[in-house]
Nanobody, 116 residues
Framework: QVQLVESGGGLVQAGGSLRLSCATSGIIFSLYAMGWYRQAPGKQRELVAAFTSSGSTNYADSVKGRFTISRDIAKNTVHLQMNSLKPEDTAVYYC??????????WGQGTQVTVSS
C-alpha cells in the first residue's frame, strides 16, 4: 500500500527558504515517478518539480533556479528545497507518486505561506 506523508511547510518571509519532505512507503523509486505539486486558492493544481522513474528531473519554469527536488533512496524520502521564496509560491504543496499504470497517489498536503 502506497503512503505519502509530507512535512516541512510553514510561514516564511519573501526571500527565505523551506525544505519539504515526503516520507514514502510502498514505493520502489525505479518504478514510480515522484513529484511535488502545489495548489493555490482558486487555482488548479500544478506541477512544481518531478523525478521520472529513471531519475531525470523537470521543473516548472516559475521555480527553475530556486527549487531543487532530491531523493534519498535509502530513506524512501523525497525532498523539495525551496530558496528565494516569493509570495506567489504560497500554496498547499502535495507529494505525488505515479506508477507504471499512471495511477496517481497523493499525500495530504502541507501549507507553505510566503509573506511579503
Amino acid at each position: 500500500q502506497v503512503q505519502l506523508v509530507e512535512s516541512g511547510g510553514g510561514l516564511v518571509q519573501a526571500g527565505g527558504s523551506l525544505r519539504l519532505s515526503c516520507a514514502t512507503s510502498g514505493i520502489i523509486f525505479s518504478l514510480y515517478a515522484m513529484g511535488w505539486y502545489r495548489q493555490a486558492p482558486g487555482k488548479q493544481r500544478e506541477l512544481v518539480a518531478a523525478f521520472t522513474s529513471s531519475g531525470s528531473t523537470n521543473y516548472a519554469d516559475s521555480v527553475k533556479g530556486r527549487f531543487t527536488i532530491s531523493r534519498d533512496i535509502a530513506k524512501n524520502t523525497v525532498h523539495l528545497q525551496m530558496n528565494s521564496l516569493k509570495p506567489e509560491d504560497t500554496a498547499v504543496y502535495y507529494c505525488n507518486a505515479r506508477d507504471w499504470r499512471s495511477q496517481d497517489y497523493w499525500g495530504q498536503g502541507t501549507q507553505v505561506t510566503v509573506s511579503s
